[in-house]
């Protein structure tokens, strides 16, 4: 497998160098003085941001990547932004300013979106990679005896405290109707979320410093909103 690093430093550049390359290959947006819309400039930066994210959402079980991309990716693109859009008002270049402000607007969307839901992301992305696997690791396990579903450890986040995250094999499909947060047999734990990645098969989110093996110990924390 590729290094975090490696692969951090790779995508982070592509955010920048993808702007880049939008802007310098609309040369009249840069040389011409004729006021003109470069629709390129946010497209290639969404693009960029939203690929960037995803696959940094896939490698990054604890954050840690997507704090480098907080901490590198956005002040770059921001400040570019922002150099742009001043240079174009000095200039007196409306529609240049608002495609400054429209990328500026559209990367910051695009990575608060897709943080907020980092964790619904990465597991879709990742059983829709990896899912045989998953699914040969849950299926191997002997039946419960106590009536509890089958279900595997599938993330341990959290820097200073537990947060768990279980796959789940629920061949009745009683988790479809279940809310979030809530309960449901089956699951020892009350949940926080629960996710359908395909028939039979849920990604459960519990609170956090609680596990499937010690619920109702007093430790559980609310997660934040």
């Given at each position: 497998?590729?290094?975090?690093?490696?692969?951090?430093?790779?995508?982070?550049?592509?955010?920048?160098?993808?702007?880049?390359?939008?802007?310098?290959?609309?040369?009249?947006?840069?040389?011409?003085?004729?006021?003109?819309?470069?629709?390129?400039?946010?497209?290639?930066?969404?693009?960029?941001?939203?690929?960037?994210?995803?696959?940094?959402?896939?490698?990054?079980?604890?954050?840690?990547?997507?704090?480098?991309?907080?901490?590198?990716?956005?002040?770059?693109?921001?400040?570019?932004?922002?150099?742009?859009?001043?240079?174009?008002?000095?200039?007196?270049?409306?529609?240049?300013?608002?495609?400054?402000?429209?990328?500026?607007?559209?990367?910051?969307?695009?990575?608060?979106?897709?943080?907020?839901?980092?964790g619904t992301f990465r597991a879709y992305f990742r059983w829709?990679?990896?899912?045989?696997?998953?699914?040969?690791?849950?299926?191997?396990?002997?039946?419960?005896?106590?009536?509890?579903?089958?279900?595997?450890?599938?993330?341990?986040?959290?820097?200073?405290?537990?947060?768990?995250?279980?796959?789940?094999?629920?061949?009745?499909?009683?988790?479809?109707a279940a809310r979030s947060p809530g309960e449901s047999k089956?699951?020892?734990?009350?949940?926080?979320?629960?996710?359908?990645?395909?028939?039979?098969?849920?990604?459960?989110?519990?609170?956090?410093?609680?596990?499937?093996?010690?619920?109702?110990?007093?430790?559980?924390?609310?997660?934040?909103?």
């Amino acid at each position: 497998m590729v290094p975090t690093f490696a692969i951090t430093v790779g995508l982070v550049a592509l955010i920048f160098v993808s702007g880049l390359v939008a802007i310098f290959s609309d040369t009249q947006f840069l040389k011409s003085e004729k006021d003109r819309f470069a629709w390129r400039v946010p497209l290639a930066v969404v693009m960029g941001s939203a690929f960037v994210l995803l696959v940094l959402v896939v490698y990054s079980p604890n954050g840690g990547l997507l704090f480098l991309y907080v901490l590198l990716a956005v002040p770059i693109v921001f400040l570019t932004c922002l150099a742009v859009l001043v240079a174009a008002a000095i200039r007196k270049r409306p529609r240049r300013c608002l495609s400054a402000l429209l990328t500026l607007v559209a990367f910051l969307s695009v990575s608060w979106g897709v943080i907020r839901n980092q964790g619904t992301f990465r597991a879709y992305f990742r059983w829709l990679v990896w899912s045989r696997t998953f699914k040969a690791e849950v299926l191997a396990q002997p039946a419960p005896a106590n009536g509890k579903l089958k279900h595997i450890l599938w993330e341990e986040t959290g820097w200073m405290e537990f947060d768990g995250v279980y796959l789940v094999f629920d061949p009745a499909d009683s988790l479809s109707a279940a809310r979030s947060p809530g309960e449901s047999k089956g699951i020892p734990c009350r949940f926080r979320l629960v996710h359908r990645l395909e028939s039979h098969w849920y990604a459960v989110w519990f609170y956090i410093n609680e596990d499937w093996d010690s619920c109702g110990s007093g430790s559980a924390v609310p997660y934040p909103h």
